[in-house]
T-cell receptor, first 109, second 111 residues
C-alpha cells in the first residue's frame, strides 16, 4: 500500500464548478498535512496547509479527518487558471515529507 | 521566489557518465530534501538533511546515488554511472518549520 494515495484523475470540469479531491494516508503517526499545486513542467508550490479544524483560503477549503486518515481539498467556483495537478503531502513523524501521485484537474470554458 | 535555487536547470549526459546537481536553499531552511519526479507521478522521496546530517536515504536509491550537505548550507546530489532510467526531474526543497519550498528543479536526460 502506498503511504499517500490520491485519485489520479483527470478531473474535467466546467468553469464555475465545485470539485473535490481526496487523499488517504497510511501512517497514523503523520503530523502535518499540505496541498501543493504543480503546473505542467514546473516545480510544486505550496497551496495550503491542512489543519485539524479545517481551513479555508478564498475558494479553497481543506479538511482533515485523523480518525479516517483522510484529507480533502474543495475548490469552489473553479477558474481556468485552477487547471493543474494537485498533490497531497504528508509529513511523517521525524520529518520526512511524502507526496501522493497527484490529481490532475482540467477546467474547461 | 521560494529562495531555493538549483543548478543546472537542464542536463543531458551520456549513459555511464557521472553527474552532479547543486541546490542552494536560504539560510532559514534547516531541512533540505531531494526528490525525483517522472511524468505523471508525484515527487518520489530520495533523501533529506537536518542541517548537515543526512537523516534518511530512500531504499529505492542504488549505491550510485549520493548526496551531501556540507556545513548545512548548499547540497549536492551525485549520480554515478548514469542509466537511461535515471532520466527525470530532480527537485530540491528547503523546509522552514513545517512548510517546504521547492527550487525549479534539474531536468536530467540520459542518452
Amino acid at each position: 500500500r502506498k503511504e499517500v494515495e490520491q485519485d489520479p484523475g483527470p478531473f474535467n470540469v466546467p468553469e464555475g464548478a465545485t470539485v473535490a479531491f481526496n487523499c488517504t494516508y497510511s501512517n497514523s503517526a503523520s503530523q502535518s498535512f499540505f496541498w501543493y499545486r504543480q503546473d505542467c513542467r514546473k516545480e510544486p508550490k505550496l497551496l495550503m496547509s491542512v489543519y485539524s479544524s479545517g481551513n479555508e483560503d478564498g475558494r479553497f477549503t481543506a479538511q482533515l479527518n485523523r480518525a479516517s486518515q483522510y484529507i480533502s481539498l474543495l475548490i469552489r467556483d473553479s477558474k481556468l487558471s485552477d487547471s493543474a495537478t494537485y498533490l497531497c503531502v504528508v509529513n511523517l513523524q521525524g520529518g520526512k515529507l511524502i507526496f501522493g501521485q497527484g490529481t490532475e484537474l482540467s477546467v474547461k470554458p | 521566489d521560494t529562495g531555493v535555487s538549483q543548478d543546472p536547470r537542464h542536463k543531458i549526459t551520456k549513459r555511464g557518465q557521472n553527474v552532479t546537481f547543486r541546490c542552494d536553499p536560504i539560510s532559514e531552511h534547516n531541512r533540505l530534501y531531494w526528490y525525483r519526479q517522472t511524468l505523471g507521478q508525484g515527487p518520489e522521496f530520495l533523501t533529506y538533511f537536518q542541517n548537515e546530517a543526512q537523516l534518511e536515504k530512500s531504499r529505492l536509491l542504488s549505491d550510485r546515488f549520493s548526496a551531501e550537505r556540507p556545513k548545512g548550507s548548499f547540497s549536492t546530489l551525485e549520480i554515478q554511472r548514469t542509466e537511461q532510467g535515471d532520466s527525470a526531474m530532480y527537485l530540491c526543497a528547503g523546509q522552514v518549520n513545517t512548510e517546504a519550498f521547492f527550487g525549479q528543479g534539474t531536468r536530467l536526460t540520459v542518452v
